[in-house]
């Protein structure tokens, strides 16, 4: 894509090597999985689902780290709250709802794990599950392949602050650290793991702990996805470069609760809340286009008519979609081969 | 006597547990102000503070192997893992190090902790919150398990377990916590470790198994006995580690047909090696196979609910295999 | 055809694998220039370059996890636990990760690896490197596990693992690894997962196992043969999941009589579930109760010299177990 | 005890508060170590025992950690190559030699468990297996219930640097810094984790972790015994003082092979230890004692002869005891109750 607009290296995003377009996009897909976050909480409390985890207001990071990346060639690793990341990487909201309502035609995993549990070879988003953490040492094994093959493939995983953790955390970055290989680990910090307090869960900085495996880690502001992406595409360079793994820790706050069951209010105030939500990262960023002439209110409303229409849609798909049959959700233990011993 | 359900019984063992002994006191993730994701630890946090309830960072290993060091330094700690699944990454403190620490030392030190985790599926919680993972730790030497199905032997099955002097791994039914409520006295009682029940007597078949399945046992058995005049005789392990080896073969030769229940995964299950026992002691006694109606060996479970609900066992495809065993 | 110790036979099938197929690769603790501690890789990282036989740091949760990863990138990781007794910290990773990751994305992923791992007593090695852990993964659906007996099923197998599409678990027994040595066919060729093979005919008694115990059957076998008339059929599982039920259907039909054999703790073990399968299909063949003679439920095992010797299985054992069993 | 000798605060270690007689002390138990330990290798290669695994070199240090350490109420998580430190905690020569042989005497395991795997809860040391790093939370375990139980109790647990790896050495680290408990990790990095060389294990500082936990970590010369001991010391005052965790990094080398049955020089080079070799604490520390007029070559000769003397008996007595019956083998497996139900 070409640069465009006046304003062509006087702003923020076109110093960082944004096109205007890249710019207005990341801002179309916050608003698209805001909005499909929403519609998913809705559709939780009507009763017509019977789970969701929300990713409201971790949106403008994941946008950003998306942008950072190359669709075409690394391996994604995000976790059950990266909706605005698989949503940036290629999945579709019409997927999305297909997973929510876990129905067959669902890519991830065809109604078989929980929404949130992303997985598509085609957009290079790797399969995770629910135990938490046990996908970093995964994307070290894709970057390790990567490294094996020559491939200029870089991958990126995502976890929580509280899955910082997890020994898998320790155990995937010092393998990565040691080999030099091209991964970002990314701890989307919202300050909460359920209702453990950051600080019940670490009396360290996240980001600090890249140190220990001889390789940098930054903290970044989640609620500036511009400095994001700079973090990132750094990051990316880096990688590609052969200088190996970063940790970046993305400082951000879970707004909603937990999950659909969880109740906050036992363990938080709504003040507390509410503070976090005056600082959303997308009004910010709306403004930071209004301001620079890339938006403007009748873009606005274009975008969200599109948005609603879009998600109104996927709604309906999904709800009438058909679940997989009993019989072939038996399926696919292991390989199923065909008379000559072949995978099918 | 007070009707409780089965999550209030686990509670007030625990509370009741604090309040006589102060070397109790329970860890993990949220059971603090939360009270659990369950709200199995309600209130403790509240009546006990939070050494007494306290959250952990989100760390199974170091959950057991803080708890084992505690347990080791002369304290009662009850561990809970949010769910069953997720007591994986604790594995080698629960194999290599609880198990054998009493072992290892000659008896110079023990290790007398409890780690609560929920299983079973039916809460449309997908491949990661449903599954029974009693098969991967059941066969170690030096732990005992546990996985009471009524209100009554969780509050006294987990008495004895925080006063057992070994490690014991509680298996609680995430589907019994608000489904089944019974008589629970108030005060101390224990329910001892390694004794089987009767939980009905029949003279037709017996069924043997453990936790939720069994409820759905008895009711397909009164409908048995009602429409068919078939008398089951139902025996609950509730320990699966020892397993009463005395109670099984006597249920087992009082019919001379047996089923065997669980909703863990079939094969390698612990019902396996019930049908062995057996097999190996009461074979001639027997006027029908041993049959064992389990999980499927799929994993448990899909989060869409026509595939949970047919992995799931339930009282029609327990009264049809009883029916059947019974007519063979 | 040139004659291998078992643990060559294993060195070679990774050898010529990583010659043929690029996509393989070894990796663990001390898997690099010295070759891993019993010797199993010495000589790849000469041949193949330090990435490709991979000296890891010391997790082995991470050693699964990477070769996870890699394999679902397209590479064919062979990962190495030093003992299988060092696997534990990785069982989340092949519980919930290895084995579930085909079944949870609907066959979209896929994840061909194999854990290789040393099992078994006899090497005065202590609690800790003397364990056979297959009760613990057995039973978990997604996994394949393998545990040859011989140099010639060793090879075999193991160049079957490394084809195979689902991930493999590798039992290898320690004690096997220089006291067993057969004919084993240079160049390739496979022996199938999920098919066990008979070792012996006989029509007195059969015997059903896998690794070392094997040949202490075979040798009492042997002796029962010349200095009884009785004659053993024997089968070796050689894959213990999944198990191969008309082999085990058709070995037990064969003679009425069945000793199950495997140096594993009893309780819970892959034996079991033969006798529950035994016991649920063909409980009306049989002439006998069917008995075990495992490993006894003690961790296994202890460092001195005649504790050790205690604990293990051994001919006049089976020897003994075998002539009652006749005599039955 | 009080200090004695003219040199009284004018040496290294009177001004950390050492007397002269714990400073002659310690080089005797690093003496003894070595002896005792060299003695194991004899054996093994006799094949009079069946296993031998040698702390040898990093004598100095154990002892110094070990000195830092209150044996009354300090609760102590050693690990296989830590002969040094648990003579020094009160473990005697012939109840290593009990171990090494298997017997039942032993009161480590009974004969049950490797020698180098060591437990007896009257000298306060807790029971070890095998599986590396393990120990690390348990450790975290008796300084919770110290907290808990109000007692001014430190733990102290050692690992190597290749099981810093592992994920236990991270969940524990930072459990302990989130509760600021009072324990002492002590990595001693011997730069080999059997054939893997510390750039293989790790790109990063072992020490530098504890940043990433809020803790301090430093490094130390294990070759340097008195600066080893300074840097415990102030460990332990911190823990007592409520101040949390620290790590410790004790910059070692492992001179023999890895256990009995490694053959080394198949990955590193015969210079590589010599150069090493030549660095031993021991007669570096027995020089400063005889340059303050503390040891002298009599003192040497009859100490010699005293460890000699000491460890000969230890070794035919180890040699003749019994082991434990193959009945008494299997006991122990669960509690054993009396008629009461009461623990035995
Ligand atoms: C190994 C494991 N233990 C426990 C859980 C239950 N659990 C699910 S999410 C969660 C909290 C995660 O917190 P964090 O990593 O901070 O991510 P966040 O949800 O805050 O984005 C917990 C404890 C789990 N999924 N996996
Ligand atoms: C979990 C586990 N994996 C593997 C082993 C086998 N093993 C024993 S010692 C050792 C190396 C330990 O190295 P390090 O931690 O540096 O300590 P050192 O022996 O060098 O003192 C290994 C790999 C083990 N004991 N435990
Ligand atoms: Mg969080
Ligand atoms: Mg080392």
Same mark, same amino acid.
């Given at each position: 894509m070409t640069q465009s607009g006046s304003v062509k290296n006087h702003t923020r995003h076109a110093a960082l090597g944004l096109t205007d377009e890249q710019a207005v996009r990341m801002y179309e897909l916050m608003q698209l999985a805001r909005k499909y976050d929403e519609r998913g909480q809705l559709l939780q409390r009507a009763g017509k689902v019977n789970f969701n985890i929300s990713g409201i207001n971790q949106e403008p990071s994941q946008v950003a780290m998306a942008f950072a990346m190359d669709t075409e060639r690394d391996w994604f690793l995000p976790y059950y709250r990266d909706y605005a990341f698989v949503l940036s990487v290629g999945m579709t909201v019409k997927e999305l709802m297909l997973a929510l309502f876990g129905k067959a035609e669902d890519p991830n995993s065809a109604g078989r794990q929980l929404p949130g549990h992303f997985g598509s070879k085609r957009l290079r988003i790797v399969t995770g599950s629910s135990p938490v953490t046990t996908q970093v040492p995964h994307a070290v094994g894709f970057a390790l392949a990567a490294k094996m093959r020559g491939e200029n493939s870089v991958s990126l995983v995502s976890f929580g602050e509280g899955s910082s953790n997890q020994g898998d955390f320790h155990e995937g970055c010092n393998f990565a650290g040691v080999m030099k290989l091209p991964v970002i680990f990314v701890c989307q910090n919202n300050g909460y793991a359920i209702s453990v307090p950051l600080s019940k869960q670490t009396a360290g900085r996240i980001s600090d702990r890249a140190l220990g495996y001889g390789f940098p880690g930054f903290q970044v502001d989640g609620n500036d996805p511009l400095e994001v992406y700079r973090v990132f595409k750094e990051a990316h360079d880096r990688a590609l470069a052969g200088e190996g793994p970063t940790l970046i820790e993305v400082v951000t706050y879970r707004v909603t609760p937990h999950s659909a069951s969880d109740n906050d209010l036992a363990y938080r105030t709504k003040e507390e809340v509410e503070h976090h939500r005056a600082k959303d990262g997308i009004p910010a960023y709306r403004r930071y286009l209004t301001d620079i002439g890339l938006w403007n209110d009748e873009k606005e409303q274009e975008l969200l008519a599109r948005i609603r229409k879009e998600i109104d849609e996927a709604t309906e798909y999904g709800e009438r979609a058909p679940f997989q049959s009993v019989e072939d959700a038996f399926r696919y233990v292991y390989a199923e081969t065909d008379e000559a011993g072949e995978v099918r | 006597m007070p009707v409780l359900e089965y999550i209030e019984a686990i509670r007030t063992a625990m509370k009741e547990e604090m309040e006589r002994d102060s070397r109790v006191f329970v860890l993990g993730e949220d059971v603090g102000l939360k009270g659990g994701v369950f709200g199995a630890t309600k209130g403790l946090q509240q009546q006990f503070g939070e050494m007494r309830s306290l959250d952990t960072p989100l760390a199974e290993s170091a959950i057991a192997g803080v708890a084992i060091g505690a347990a080791m330094a002369g304290m009662r700690p009850v561990a809970e893992?949010?769910?069953? /699944? +997720?007591m994986f990454p604790a594995t080698n403190q629960i194999i290599s190090e609880a198990a054998k620490i009493r072992y290892r030392s000659n008896n110079d030190w023990d290790c007398p902790i409890v780690i609560r985790a929920p299983i079973g599926a039916g809460v449309f919680g997908g491949l990661y919150h449903s599954q029974c993972p009693e098969s991967v730790f059941f066969g170690t030497p030096g732990l005992k398990i546990v996985a009471p199905a009524t209100a009554y032997d969780a509050k006294g099955l987990l008495l004895a377990a925080i006063r057992d002097p070994d490690p014991v791994l509680f298996f609680e039914n995430k589907k019994c916590y608000r489904l089944i409520a019974d008589e629970v006295p108030e005060g101390e009682y224990t329910v001892p470790i390694g004794k089987a029940s009767v939980m009905r007597e029949g003279s037709d078949i017996t069924v043997i198994g453990y936790s939720m399945p069994l409820h759905f046992a008895m009711q397909a058995a009164d409908e048995l006995s009602r429409e068919e005049g078939i008398e089951a005789h139902i025996l609950d392990l509730r320990t699966i580690q020892p397993l009463d080896r005395e109670a099984i073969l006597e249920a087992a030769a009082r019919t001379g047909k047996v089923l065997i229940v669980h909703e863990d995964n079939k094969t390698g299950g612990v019902g396996a090696e019930v049908a062995a026992i057996i097999s190996e002691e009461l074979l001639f006694d027997l006027d029908a196979p041993i049959r064992r109606v389990c999980? =499927? /060996?799929? =994993?448990?479970?899909? +989060?869409?609910p026509p595939g949970e609900k047919h992995f799931m066992l339930n009282k029609d495809k327990l009264k049809a295999a009883m029916l059947d065993l019974a007519r063979y």
């Open positions: - | 893992m949010q769910y069953s /699944d +997720f999980g =499927p /060996d799929v =994993p448990a479970t899909v +989060f869409n």
